[in-house]
């Protein structure tokens, strides 16, 4: 009685992994196929399940069909399924073949004896008698995993030799399919070998690993979901061991002892399940995700980890090439002024003009060398800015005053909408640069006359500072590399002060956001976050 | 007899006083601080050479390089170039610039060049 029991678990929980993994296939066909290997794999162990318990031959032979329909497909919707995972387009022609085989066997099967001639009783109950045609499957079976299995360990090395993320997918998927293939023993006893049929087990651990694979290493939100269908799973296929071993010993034991009767034994088995229920839950769960779902997570969050690391230093290089291609470039005018000066001093050095200029010279492309480290520098390391209370709006009104003369020459006509004068947490220093470095920027893409639109408001917690020019814009190509390090479209430009204000305004936990139109102008726009977080920052609002 | 006259376009002083060093002694020179003072000074002077920076204010010195090619100006023309505009240097040249100088030039390099050109 306990067996066919199993089995149907076994069956439902397949069912239940299918429809999981179906809810969330998203149009993934893998996904679509698995659920589908599920269902055939519900079929078979429930339609086995009803077999075992049947009442007679005939009930049972019905059953029989119903559950082989199932065990038909699975190697066929396994061969597809590791098609969709692998990449493997050479598994398409076998796999239509073997869908084609699939329907004669499945007519065969139901229209005639020639599938299951008949059906025997064991000590779990009835099991189908074997036939030619299902040697004939055995063999097909045989081929889908040793080929499916060579795929993937073939796969499965290669990834791992790369590194790749896949690896810990296809690694289950190994490990699994090695599980389901002990499955293939329950076809010892259709050919007269007393071997019990370990099916249900090797299918529940088998879809257990694969659907964990599938949902862990490519979905997160449907880990609880699945976490608790296997608990509960588990705990319906212990809880109900216990009650039919309970019913078991009762009925053999207790029966000639006491006047047992079945509803005396179902009430104390009831008891016992109703007491050790909870702390058995507890404990699966504990099992459940110490076995599967607690390692696992910190071998992705390890991966994961790994892979920022990998990315950040990835960009870091970048941005180190084009800093060395920069700074390259930069340099070579004033070491070629240098250089030169230096070759003409023994001749030209009793010439006065040329001490002159020597020293001007000198003088003025040391500094342009300093400047450019300087500017290197802040790049590089703008170091932790050093916090304290700072309006965004008077840093605004102090850099425009330093500009005036710019500003005035230039013939830019300055609108200031200070709306907001809210506080934020910034090193002024540092929010002075930015804001220079934007101001000068509109100031340069202008074509005289211009006008500068400058305001301030608050927002979520934000104070938002936007630049707004009426200069030569930006073309759309160029928006996604103006934070780039050299890069510049302005004739003597450095290509670095967009950048210190992205690593500025980074620094400060702000953002900034460009629209431009080329031709029209250029909106710039920086959210910092108010001082002491979205509360506090009220107490210095708008005016 | 009048010597010959080289018109120089860089935006850096250094490089124009460097240039001046040089060649100042033999030629007379002429200079310009950015792109557009280099072609009015190519349309108005007659120079037996034009020695033009790539990175220049307004207008770069590829651009001026065509605009008086176009206007049918012959004026033998060298490119100065740093690190990053070797590209545009060649390109330069397929506009018909005779030469291009990297940047940090030396003293020698740049009289054969101008003396190659000139003739003297």
Redesign the interface.
Known sequence: MLHPILSGVSGCLALLYGLAVLSQSRGSMERKIFAAFCISVFVWLFGYALMESAENADMALRFARIGHAGVIFIPTLWMHFTRYVLRARRLVPLYRIYYLIDLVFLSLLFRTNVFIPGMIRHSWGYYPIGSPIMLAEVLLLAIVVVSCWGLFIVECRKARQEGSKEYSKLKYCCISLTAFSFGALDYLPKFGIQFYPIGFLSSAIFLSVVTYAILVHRLMNIRVVIRRGLVYSVLVAITASVYFAFILVAERLLQGVVGYRSLVGSVLAGFAIALGFNPLKDLVQRFIDQMFFHGSQEALAEENGRLRHELTRTERLKAVATLA??M???I??????????A??MPD?FADPA?RE?YSK?MG??VEKMNALVHRLLEFARPGAPRLQRVEPAALLKETLEFLQGTLVEKQVQVDLALTSHAAVQGDPGQLKQVFLNLLLNSIDAIDPPGQLMVSTYQENGHVRVTITDTGCGIAKADLPRIFDPFFTRK??GTGLGLSVVHSIVQEHKGRIDVDSVLGKGTTIQISLPTYGGSNGATAHSDR | MARPRILIAD?????R???N??LGDTYDLIFAH??EQALEKLQRNQVSLAILDI????M?GLQVLKRVREEGVRTPVLMLT????VELAREAVTHGALDYLP?????EQILKAVKGIIGH
């Open positions: 291609a920069g390259a470039h930069e070579k005018n004033p070491l070629a002024a240098i250089k030169t000066f070759e003409y030209k040329y200029k010279i003025q492309e004739t003597g | 935006d850096e002083e250094g490089i006083e460097s240039l060093l040089i950015d792109g990175k220049m204010p307004k770069d740093a690190y990053q505009s940047k940090p030039f030396e003293r």
